[in-house]
């Protein structure tokens, strides 16, 4: 028996028992099949010689491999990376159209390696380490019988996350062109349906809903075909237990590390096995690989937790935000913008935009972001994208320029692009109407007036960086707002064959992170915010690249609890992008408080995005007040743990809080949606805290021990059987309303106090 820090293999039984403190996950090689077989995935448990034990196989009417066996089903095994057409009729985690045009794969165990560290996938983000010591891998070489097909599974487990990674990949080793059709990155066999599907859904403006259904028999998936990750479904799925809530219960997570079409797919069988899968979505993919071609999946997260969904987010979020993100913003404080979007659109010239720049600084905003329309004739949405050159009857002194005086502000300047975007009647389109993706003969659709540039051609990629680069190298760009305003339609490649169509969504995707990775090579003191058209790339391919994302082109505050609340599910807080904007809201013409639109973007990035010049001085001054606050409080919601307490999907009242790592100061939002007449004594129950530590809460300056806040919670109702005015009042009078609470250690409350 070979030991490994967190990987043991019984070799006698060709077990293999992936285990750190949180989690094991444990498969073998079925000895009549030589298919690896899944045994346990789920809370660790101790390692032993044999978990021959938990083999389970019966006489059942199958369809057998061999003659003479009636247990050799794969029907009835639970398999790590099935094929189908050889006895399981279940949906397979790949398949391969031979040359003579059958599909019959029959992968078998060949061996296996283990490394220590995490290799990085080619071309793909991926997570990582940062030293060797911080997980191990095992690869797992399979191989067809009927050919030289190789197969190498990937798992990597960390030594303090309760997740394991995983992908797959192809390789053709024989001299014969193969097909590869359906290439999952993941796949989980479990011994039972008892469980709840949580995924998250939407459309524009209302991204990242929580959506969570008893499973039923057969099958249950959500997927993108659009040629991103999509408003309407994120690339994560979620097995939960009935009883699990946010703080209790068991949570399978499936994250998928991927910016382009995906599924996720559960399907429950006739006995309740449950097969669970994540990757590349199927449709319309197939990858032609020939003599010596490889094809490598992205990476699928999964994650294990026995405390409820807040559980398993933390684990996504501490992972994501320290291993997934990575350069040189991965762990510096984000500084406060002004976006231009809402306060100008289209129509502003340079003494605009420096006024509402000189208004930011003054307010004590950080970083002046300059929005779509500074480019070509881009005067509206009907022109000039690929035509990235200031337009210097908007900015007499360009892009240069502008940014010069943004910086004598004292401020940091930002850009936006849409660098995979082209209209017509452009220098680009002109010269290149071949790089638009899109059927030559055949209508090409638009969305927002603009055609989509065939990122799958290495020369179109290029060229955007060149020009992109022109810009980035003149002037002082100290942040770049990277925006996607629609799908792919019409999907065809102008460069490749007939039999390689299937290749140019993945292809595609795959030029977006070589364009992200050249310039942030560059270009490293860049802090790059991913967007598209909100949150329509908003999954852990971008964060690999862009350490946050644009949530929502939705900033109404009341809204932004639904969607933030969705998105923390597996995003952290360091990656929302939450703006402050103007009333009425632009999206829905809901008018709110400042104070409420400002609780909520705290629990983000925080930001604004409005004309702050035509503000009142009372609404100045609370915005001076606003980000004196978060700048106090920056360094908790960035780094600190995230707890959702009550759900915007269930009730009239939305409550979450962050906790320090060394438990010694909180901070608590609590939203009610609605105003209700004569209303019932409410408390909210805390988590989190540490249970002997003294906290002082403030603005209501109570003295509180962690376990009383915990088992009792903060008490919203005054205490007047004395007589006299009560000195705080609990904000619950009329719609749209908030309160924060900070609680701070009393060993160390000089530290910080209440503003």
């Known amino acids: 028996m070979k030991e490994f820090q967190f990987i043991h293999i019984n070799e006698a039984a060709n077990e293999f028992h992936l285990s750190n403190q949180a989690v094991s996950y444990i498969f073998r090689v079925d000895p009549t099949t030589h298919q690896l077989e899944q045994l346990y995935f789920g809370k660790k448990i101790q390692h032993r010689k044999s978990f021959f034990y938990l083999v389970e196989r019966e006489n059942r009417p199958a369809n057998n491999l061999y003659e003479g066996n009636h247990t050799s089903s794969l029907e009835h095994i639970k398999q790590e990376y099935p094929s189908f057409g050889t006895t399981d009729f279940r949906y397979p985690a790949h398949q391969i159209k031979w040359p003579s045009g059958d599909q019959v794969t029959h992968l078998e165990y060949a061996s296996y390696t283990i490394s220590k560290g995490k290799p990085t996938l080619e071309g793909l983000p991926a997570t990582y380490v940062d030293s060797k010591e911080e997980a191990e891998t095992l690869t797992i070489i399979l191989k067809d019988i009927y050919s030289e097909l190789e197969v190498q599974l990937n798992y990597t487990i960390f030594s303090t996350f309760s997740a394991i990674t995983r992908s797959a990949c192809f390789i053709n080793r024989g001299t014969t062109t193969i097909q590869l059709e359906n290439a999952m990155s993941a796949s989980v066999?479990?011994?039972?349906?008892?469980?709840?599907?949580?995924?998250?859904?939407?459309?524009?403006?209302?991204?990242?809903?929580?959506?969570?259904?008893?499973?039923?028999?057969?099958?249950?998936?959500?997927?993108?075909?659009?040629?991103?990750?999509?408003?309407?479904?994120?690339?994560?799925?979620?097995?939960?237990r009935p009883e699990t809530t946010e703080l209790n219960g068991e949570v399978y997570g499936f994250s998928l590390i991927y910016s382009g079409n995906f599924t996720a797919q559960v399907e429950v069988d006739t006995y309740h096995v449950t097969r669970a899968m994540l990757g590349i979505n199927p449709f319309r993919f197939n990858w032609q690989l020939n003599e010596g071609d490889f094809f490598q999946t992205p990476e699928a997260v999964l994650v294990y937790s026995?405390?409820?969904?807040?559980?398993?987010?933390?684990?996504?979020?501490?992972?994501?935000?320290?291993?997934?993100?990575?350069?040189?913003?991965?762990?510096?404080?984000?500084?406060?913008?002004?976006?231009?979007?809402?306060?100008?659109?289209?129509?502003?010239n340079e003494e605009k935009i420096l006024e509402i720049a000189r208004n930011g600084a003054e307010l004590g905003m950080e970083l002046f972001v300059l929005d779509d329309g500074w480019f070509g004739k881009r005067d509206d949405d009907t022109s000039s994208l690929g035509d990235w050159v200031e337009d210097k009857t908007k900015l007499s002194n360009g892009i240069k320029g502008l940014s010069e005086k943004i910086h004598q502000l004292g401020l940091k300047f930002g850009l936006w692009f849409e660098p995979e975007m082209v209209s017509k009647n452009t220098p680009l389109h002109d010269e290149h109407s071949d790089w638009v993706i899109g059927v030559p003969g055949k209508n090409i659709s638009h969305g927002r007036n603009q055609f989509v540039l065939d990122f799958s051609r290495p020369e179109v990629v290029d060229s955007i960086f060149q020009q992109m680069d022109a810009i980035l190298h003149d002037a002082q760009v100290d942040y770049i707002k990277w925006d996607m305003n629609r799908y792919i339609s019409e999907a065809y490649s102008d460069a490749l064959p007939p039999e390689q169509q299937g290749e140019v969504y993945h292809r595609y995707i795959l030029g977006v992170y070589e364009l992200y990775e050249r310039l942030i090579t560059k270009y490293p003191d860049i802090l790059f915010e991913s967007c598209a058209g909100g949150g329509a790339r908003n999954d852990p391919g971008m964060l690999y690249y862009a350490p946050q994302a644009w949530a929502s082109d939705d900033t109404d505050a009341v809204e932004r609890l639904k969607i933030q609340y969705g998105t923390s599910m597996v995003y952290p807080?360091?990656?929302?992008?939450?703006?402050?904007?103007?009333?009425?809201?632009?999206?829905?013409?809901?008018?709110?408080?400042?104070?409420?639109?400002?609780?909520?973007?705290?629990?983000?990035?925080?930001?604004?995005?409005?004309?702050?010049?035509?503000?009142s001085d009372a609404d100045?001054?609370?915005?001076?007040?606003?980000?004196?606050?978060?700048?106090?409080?920056?360094?908790?919601?960035?780094?600190?743990?995230?707890?959702r307490l009550e759900s915007p999907f269930d009730g009239n009242t939305v409550a979450w809080m962050l906790v320090s790592k060394d438990q010694s100061e909180a901070l608590v939002g609590?939203?009610?949606?609605?105003?209700?007449?004569?209303?019932?004594?409410?408390?909210?129950?805390?988590?989190?805290?540490?249970?002997?530590?003294?906290?002082?809460?403030?603005?209501?300056?109570?003295?509180r021990y962690g376990d009383d806040l915990m088992a009792i919670g903060l008490l919203f109702a005054d205490d007047v059987t004395n007589g006299i005015e009560p000195t705080w009042k609990f904000n619950r009078h009329g719609d749209f309303t908030s309160n924060m609470f900070y609680l701070k250690s009393n060993d160390s409350l000089e530290d910080k106090k209440w503003e």
């Open 670 to 703: 609590y939203y009610q949606i609605l105003a209700t007449p004569n209303p019932a004594y409410e408390r909210l129950k805390l988590t989190g805290l540490n249970p002997e530590t003294m906290y002082i809460v403030e603005p209501i300056n109570q003295s």
């Open 620 to 643: 100045k001054e609370s915005i001076r007040h606003h980000i004196q606050f978060f700048k106090k409080h920056r360094a908790l919601v960035q780094q600190g743990t995230f707890y």
């Open 189 to 240: 066999d479990f011994p039972d349906a008892d469980f709840e599907l949580l995924h998250l859904n939407g459309a524009w403006a209302r991204e990242t809903h929580v959506e969570r259904k008893a499973l039923h028999t057969g099958l249950q998936s959500v997927s993108s075909a659009r040629g991103a990750s999509s408003h309407a479904h994120n690339p994560f799925m979620a097995l939960v």
């Open 306 to 348: 026995d405390a409820g969904l807040n559980g398993m987010s933390q684990t996504y979020h501490e992972l994501y935000r320290t291993r997934l993100a990575r350069g040189r913003w991965r762990d510096k404080e984000r500084p406060i913008l002004i976006n231009n979007w809402e306060a100008t659109y289209f129509d502003f």
């Open 573 to 615: 807080l360091s990656s929302i992008g939450s703006h402050v904007s103007a009333v009425p809201n632009h999206q829905v013409g809901r008018v709110t408080s400042m104070d409420i639109r400002s609780n909520v973007a705290y629990f983000g990035t925080f930001g604004y995005e409005m004309d702050i010049t035509t503000l």
